[in-house]
Each structure stands twice: as structure tokens, then as C-alpha cells.
T-cell receptor, first 113, second 109 residues
């Protein structure tokens, strides 16, 4: 069974640009969560999607958005990038409802210049 | 929101020694999970302990949970160089997992 796949793995953007990251969960998993990891803030929860509906949302500005498709694949978009958005963005999937084990991808490392 | 706080922030021990990390949280939980992260990689699930359990073992890992004190500990016995990583606890409630800043464990060969 393939694991959680995140693309791209690395990318460099400049301030003001926008970026879209993609996450393909493990086959059969209906829940996808996104986290932002920075050295100073640790792992911050962004949002969770379950069956194409946003179920939970962290405390982030409206520049951060996401969606989930019918095949459970998820995209996360950040518009008008700021230097502080430089981070490792991690996607995790789980089978469904409840607080079970999360399966993480390797992350997308975003650098904003 | 519920968030775990790991202690200590960093820990260095000799290979073969035992490593103990602690986690505290604030509100009631459904379960508590521990994860490991190698530098710059994704997190890997280690163990889940339910709120009605007090202790759980998995290989060289032993996790305890004290819901009255709202705390958990992770013990790694007979440490190896490959155990060098960051360790995070994730107290979970209302279907939401949140993480703290982790404990950075370094095993000295």
C-alpha cells in the first residue's frame, strides 16, 4: 500500500506569489489534515478535511485555504506569500472519523524569498 | 485547544541508556499518541494509549498515562543511535490532534 504522497517536495517562491501544495492520502483514507512546522512555532494545525468537507480549522489567516476532492486527494493554497510562510508543510491521513493514528507524508518544504 | 507540552526540550544520552520524555496537557482526552520525527522528515506514529489505559508497551517503548495529573511519559529502553530524533506527544480530543514543540533526543555513540 502506497504511503501519503506530497508534491512538490521542495519549492522556492517570492513574497506576494501564491503556492498550491498537493497531498494524496493512503488509499481508503478519507481524512486529510495539514500542519505547518517552523523552528520557532513547532507543529501548527492548519485544517482537516473529511469526505470533501472541512471539519476542523486552526487559527490561520484567510490567505491559507484548502480543499479535498472526491478521491480524497487534498490541496492546500497560500496566497500572497510572506517571509513567515517559509516552513515544512506536512500532510497526514487517517481512515476516517475518530482520533486514530495519523499517517504522515514527507512534507513540502517551502522557502519564501 | 488541547496541546501537549513535552519536557525536556532536549535530551542527550549515551547509547544503551534509557531515555524518558514527559508530556503534560490541559483538558480531558480520548487518547494520547506519541510520534517520532527524523530531521526534516514526516512524523511516524509510535504508540497510542487510550484514556482508560495506564500503561502500554511496544518493543523498547513504554508509555504511561496518568489522567488525574494530565501527564504521560515515554520511555525508550536500551537506546540506539537510530533513536536520535524529535519526539512529540499528541493528546487527542474532539477528533483533533495537536502537537507540542517536541523533545529533541540525541543518542551519543
Amino acid at each position: 500500500k502506497a504511503g501519503v504522497t506530497q508534491t512538490p517536495r521542495y519549492l522556492i517562491k517570492t513574497r506576494g506569489q501564491q503556492v498550491t501544495l498537493s497531498c494524496s492520502p493512503i488509499s481508503g483514507h478519507r481524512s486529510v489534515s495539514w500542519y505547518q512546522q517552523t523552528p520557532g512555532q513547532g507543529l501548527q494545525f492548519l485544517f482537516e478535511y473529511f469526505s470533501e468537507t472541512q471539519r476542523n480549522k486552526g487559527n490561520f489567516p484567510g490567505r491559507f485555504s484548502g480543499r479535498q476532492f472526491s478521491n480524497s486527494r487534498s490541496e492546500r493554497k497560500v496566497s500572497t506569500l510572506e517571509l513567515g510562510d517559509s516552513a515544512l508543510y506536512l500532510c497526514a491521513s487517517k481512515t476516517g472519523e475518530g482520533t486514530g493514528e495519523l499517517f504522515f507524508g514527507e512534507g513540502s518544504r517551502l522557502t519564501v524569498l | 485547544s488541547q496541546q501537549g507540552e513535552e519536557d525536556p526540550q532536549a535530551l542527550s544520552i549515551q547509547e544503551g541508556e534509557n531515555a524518558t520524555m514527559n508530556c503534560s496537557y490541559k483538558t480531558s482526552i480520548n487518547n494520547l499518541q506519541w510520534y517520532r520525527q527524523n530531521s526534516g522528515r514526516g512524523l511516524v506514529h509510535l504508540i497510542l494509549i487510550r484514556s482508560n489505559e495506564r500503561e502500554k508497551h511496544s518493543g523498547r517503548l513504554r508509555v504511561t498515562l496518568d489522567t488525574s495529573k494530565k501527564s504521560s511519559s515515554l520511555l525508550i529502553t536500551a537506546s540506539r543511535a537510530a533513536d536520535t530524533a524529535s519526539y512529540f506527544c499528541a493528546p487527542t480530543s474532539n477528533e483533533k490532534l495537536t502537537f507540542g514543540t517536541g523533545t529533541r533526543l540525541t543518542i551519543i555513540p
